[in-house]
């Protein structure tokens, strides 16, 4: 089983990027998908969630508005489209598949660094 995060870098406040999350070694339409992010000495707090069939989505309060959370089950890929980056987006993100009485599954990050 494989999570492979993408797309991150270095983007000036205002900015836009998109995080990529291939997916391997599992059914990826049966998993919800979660994406997360950790700052730098704070917790790792859930950040968008988009469901196996891809027909509910959620948000965290501070990214409504700005982020847009899209999978393609064909490709095996979760997408996290960031747009009006503010410095306080600057973390790590991960993604995480997800699915109920079955272990989950997580990537190994892409740090994201919103800086002028």
């Known amino acids: 089983v494989q999570l492979v995060e993408s797309g991150g870098g270095l983007v000036q406040p205002g900015g836009s990027l998109r995080l990529s999350c291939v997916a391997s070694g599992f059914t990826f339409s049966s998993y919800a998908m979660r994406w997360y992010r950790q700052a730098a000495g704070k917790e790792r707090e859930l950040v968008a969630a988009i469901s196996g069939a891809a027909g509910s989505t959620n948000y965290a309060d501070s990214v409504k508005g700005r982020f847009t959370i899209s999978r393609d089950n064909a490709k095996n890929t979760v997408y996290l489209r960031m747009n009006s980056l503010k410095p306080e987006d600057t973390a790590v993100y991960y993604c995480?598949?997800?699915?109920?009485?079955?272990?989950?599954?997580w990537g190994q990050g892409t740090q994201v660094t919103v800086s002028s």
């Open positions: 995480n598949a997800v699915r109920p009485l079955t272990r989950d599954y």
